[in-house]
Structures are given as structure tokens and as C-alpha cells.
């Protein structure tokens, strides 16, 4: 089975197709999208009645044998906190299709798998170094790149590391070949051979090319100097933790020293916590790993590394965390200017808190201090009512803290209670808050009636 998108179905054909929600829409309210309102033309992108028929004449054109359009007879909404159920009508296209060749509607039963999610079930996680470092930076960026598989477009330095490693090795070859390393002049030929940046705007490629020939410029007097032996660029490694199978390419170095971890790629990733991740996976063959001693980043100084059992446990234990968020679907973004400014997906992001593509607003900070990208957005304030019921949440004497920190605040419903901290509650209130104002934090009055008592804590020990 594969489930695509009206336009990545055009061109294709199956022997049955389902085609859901096929239902009389009325047009939604004007509200905020994911993507910036500034970057596009709003009124072309939601289109018209004839933008609507091209896109169902394509999904229903797309069937070789059976058709089937569904969706539901009633929906439930939620405005201003409450909801409301409306009756759902057939979408009006049907009649212009003209009946019969269709079969008559039909309400089948509806069935739940009654079953978690959970990601990963049956198999274990696909993890990099680079994923999961993306999901500590935030777990929203790396929903949108490995889960969602939003892609961010090629990097200005893509084919940096590739083309120095290229570069490199030829250096090293040369110098085995004639016992002494390359001139300056024939560093500059080598990288006229093999040096390529292909997206790389304006000047910038001139600037990367000259920085790249400085260091190895660098790496050929080491060679010379005899402080450092063979390069083994791009050495892959893999191991199983946690539910998942992390893997990674280290660059490493021969020295006078032992290995070190060597930065060719020049995207400024933590060399050290590399180096741990490659002595996670030393379970291998004996004298097939090196054990890194230190890293370097070419023309900086040499540092020593701690892959000592301590800072590997560390490490491990940080990787088999991460994992077992991912794995229960734990997405929460972290936003912060600096990051969010610096984002691949900072465009299409809700939970930034500037928008893209506008001049910057009178929250900018001085210059100098990095704060998003343009106008700052506003947060709106919890409303009066949910403050009041947080107060009466907050002085029920059945409100009780967890063991882990988070609150036991009782729900309206006799008996139960909602599990919340100071910014997550699973209750509905909660989720739909979000909704409503995508460029918010959300926010309930189980999650205010924890601020709330969480001050009180915080009182109590200053007083
Ligand atoms: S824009 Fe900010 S909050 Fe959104 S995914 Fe990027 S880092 Fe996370």
C-alpha cells in the first residue's frame, strides 16, 4: 500500500484507490499557516473551485479498477474551547461525475488497532551521529528531517569535506611516492584537479578554496616533519545501542602521539564526542579500531580526548536517552534565537519565535546579538479563566507531586488526573491550545496550576 499526496500520485496508476475526506468542505477561517505568510502569495496557494477540480479530477483519474471516496458524516471542532459537532455532506464533484458507475455510499464499522504508537516497532532505530545530534539540538528539527523527511537543501559547503579529503589523500600519496611532500605550487594543482563546490554563491567558493589550500599547506609540512602518518579519511563504524544501530564516518590520523580524530569536513561538529562514538563501536576484530587519542582540527592545536569508561558511559547512556525518546515519539521542540536563526527548517517552523522574511521589529536586540530573523512575535498571555480554574487547580488538596517532579492535578472527569510539569500536560486543552496559536508556547491550566505551585516552592526555599 502507499499513501502519497494528490500530486505525487499524478502519473501514476493503481488497481484500487482510496481517496479520503471526500466531503463538501466549507473554506477554513483565516489563520496562520507553518510557513510564513511574507514568503508566498496566500490567496494563488489556497486556490479556487478550479484549482479544487484539477486536483480530485487527478486523484480519482489515478484508479485502473475500483475507487473509493471516503469520509466522514460528521466532524467535531473546537472553538474558543468549545466544541461543536457538524454534519458533513458529499462533496458536491461527485454529482458532476454523474452516479452510475459508483455503488451506492456505505457506513462500514470502525476499528482501532488498540495498540500504542510507537516508533521503530519491530525493528530497530536508524541512527547517526548527525540525527542524533540534531535531536539534541532540537527534537522538533530532527522530527522535520528524519521523521517527516523534509529535506534542507544542500548545504553552502556541500563537497567541502569530500573535495579535502580528496585532496588530502593525493597529498599523502605523493609523499609516499617521492619521499617528500608536495610544493605550494603543486598543493595549487592538486586542488585544480579535485577540488569542486558546487553550490556554493558569489566569492564564497574563492575564500573556501584558499582556506582549504592553507591547511593543507598545513597537513603537507606535517607530513614532511614526520609528525604524522597515513590518513584514513571517511572510516565508517557502527554499533547497536538502545534499541537502535548508530552509525557514523570518522576522519583519522596517524601521529606521533596515537590516532586522533581530524576535522576535514569543517562543519564545526564535536570532535571529542565523535571520537567517543567511534570507541562505542570498538567491539570489533582487535587491531581494527585505533583508539583516538586526541583530535585536531587542522592549523588549531592537538587535544587530548577522554574515551575513558567513565565519559564513554556518558556517552552511552546520553545516546540510549535520545533513542528511547525517539523512539516513544518525544518531539518537543527547543526553541532559542541563536538556533532557530541558524535552522534549515526556521521557515517553516511554528515554534520559532520571530518570522521569516520580514524586516527586522522592535524586539530586535543591538547589533551584535543574534536574535532570530526578523519580527518578533507576540506570545499571547494564558486568558483570565484559565488562570482562575489554574488557581483552584493549584489549592485542590488532591493536586500532588510526583516522585519525578511532574503533578498529579485532578481532571474534570471524577477520579482521573492529568500527569503535567510546568510546560507538557497530555490533556485536550493542552493539544488544542496549540492549535490555535501555532506560534505559542502551549500552555492548560493543569500546566499553569504547576507554575503556580512551583512559585509557591520556589517561595518557600528562598524564604
Ligand atoms: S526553528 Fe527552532 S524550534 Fe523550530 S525546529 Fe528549528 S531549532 Fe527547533
Same mark, same amino acid.
Given at each position: =500500500?502507499? /499513501?502519497?499526496? /494528490? ?8 488497481? !484500487? ?65 468549545? @466544541?461543536?459537532?457538524?454534519? =458533513? ?7 458532476? =461525475? ?6 451506492? *455510499? ?20 536508524? $541512527? ?28 553552502? #559547503? ?13 597529498? %599523502? ?34 575564500? =573556501?578554496? &584558499?582556506?582549504?589550500?592553507?591547511? !593543507? ?12 602518518? +597515513? ?47 567511534? #570507541? ?10 585505533? !583508539? ?8 588549531? @592545536?592537538? &587535544?587530548? /580526548?577522554?574515551?575513558?569508561?567513565? !565519559? ?20 518537543? +521542540?527547543?526553541?532559542?534565537?541563536? @538556533? ?43 486568558? *483570565? ?12 488538596? &488532591? ?10 492535578? *485532578? ?5 482521573? $488526573? ?5 510546560? @507538557?500536560?497530555?490533556? &485536550?486543552?493542552?493539544?488544542?491550545? %496549540? ?13 499553569? #496550576? ?14
Amino acid at each position: =500500500m502507499r /499513501v502519497l499526496t /494528490v500530486w505525487k500520485a499524478g502519473g501514476l496508476e493503481f488497481p !484500487a484507490v482510496f481517496v479520503p475526506s471526500f466531503v463538501d468542505r466549507r473554506r477554513p477561517p483565516p489563520r496562520r499557516c507553518f510557513v510564513d505568510d511574507s514568503l508566498y502569495d496566500r490567496d494563488r496557494y489556497e486556490g479556487g473551485d478550479e484549482d479544487d477540480r484539477r486536483a480530485y479530477y487527478t486523484a480519482v483519474t489515478r484508479s485502473q479498477k475500483y475507487l473509493f471516496l471516503t469520509g466522514a458524516r460528521r466532524r467535531t471542532i473546537v472553538v474558543r474551547s468549545k @466544541k461543536s459537532r457538524i454534519e =458533513m455532506l458529499p462533496h458536491p464533484f461527485i454529482g458532476e =461525475m454523474g452516479g452510475s458507475a459508483f455503488a451506492g *455510499p456505505a457506513v462500514p464499522p470502525r476499528r482501532e488497532s488498540g495498540l500504542a504508537p510507537r516508533a521503530g516497532r519491530g525493528g530497530a532505530l536508524s $541512527a547517526s551521529f548527525g540525527s542524533l545530534g540534531a535531536y539534541g539540538r532540537c527534537p522538533y528539527e530532527y522530527k522535520m528531517r528524519h521523521v517527516f523527511g523534509f529535506s534542507a537543501g544542500a548545504p553552502p #559547503a556541500s563537497g567541502y569535506g569530500a573535495s579535502m579529503r580528496g585532496v588530502l589523500g593525493r597529498i %599523502h600519496s605523493e609523499y609516499a611516492r617521492k619521499g617528500a611532500a608536495p610544493t605550494d605550487r603543486e598543493i595549487a594543482g592538486i586542488f585544480d584537479d579535485l577540488f569542486r563546490l558546487r553550490f556554493v554563491p558569489g566569492g564564497a567558493g574563492t575564500a =573556501m578554496r &584558499r582556506r582549504g589550500e592553507g591547511l !593543507a599547506r598545513i597537513y603537507a609540512e606535517l607530513l614532511g616533519g614526520g609528525s604524522v602518518g +597515513a590518513l584514513d579519511a571517511g572510516r565508517r563504524f557502527e554499533f547497536a545501542l538502545g534499541g537502535a544501530l548508530v552509525t557514523g564516518s570518522i576522519d583519522l590520523l596517524d601521529a606521533d602521539g596515537g590516532t586522533e580524530a581530524v576535522d576535514l569536513a569543517g562543519d564545526g561538529a564535536d570532535l571529542g564526542e565523535l571520537a567517543r562514538f567511534y #570507541a562505542c563501536a570498538a567491539g570489533g576484530p582487535p587491531g581494527r579500531r585505533p !583508539a583516538v587519542a586526541a583530535v585536531r582540527r587542522l592549523g588549531g @592545536k592537538r &587535544r587530548g /580526548v577522554d574515551v575513558g569508561g567513565a !565519559a564513554l558511559e556518558g556517552t552511552r547512556r546520553g545516546i540510549s536517552e535520545k533513542v528511547g525518546r525517539i523512539l516513544s515519539l518525544d518531539f518537543e +521542540a527547543s526553541p532559542g534565537d541563536a @538556533k532557530c536563526g541558524e535552522c534549515d527548517f526556521k521557515a517553516l517552523c511554528r515554534h520559532k519565535g520571530f518570522e521569516v522574511g520580514v524586516g527586522p521589529g522592535p524586539g530586535r536586540p543591538p547589533t551584535g546579538q543574534r536574535a532570530g530573523d526578523g519580527q518578533r512575535l507576540k506570545k499571547p498571555e494564558p486568558t *483570565p479563566e484559565t488562570i482562575e480554574k489554574a488557581r483552584r487547580l493549584a489549592d485542590d488538596p &488532591r493536586t500532588a507531586r510526583n516522585a519525578d517532579g511532574s503533578y498529579a492535578v *485532578p481532571s474534570s472527569s471524577p477520579g482521573q $488526573a492529568y500527569t503535567a510539569t510546568a510546560s @507538557k500536560c497530555h490533556c &485536550r486543552g493542552f493539544l488544542t491550545y %496549540h492549535k490555535r496559536r501555532p506560534w505559542s508556547e502551549p500552555t492548560c491550566s493543569h500546566v499553569e #496550576a504547576v507554575k503556580i505551585l512551583e512559585g509557591r516552592r520556589a517561595a518557600r526555599g528562598s524564604g
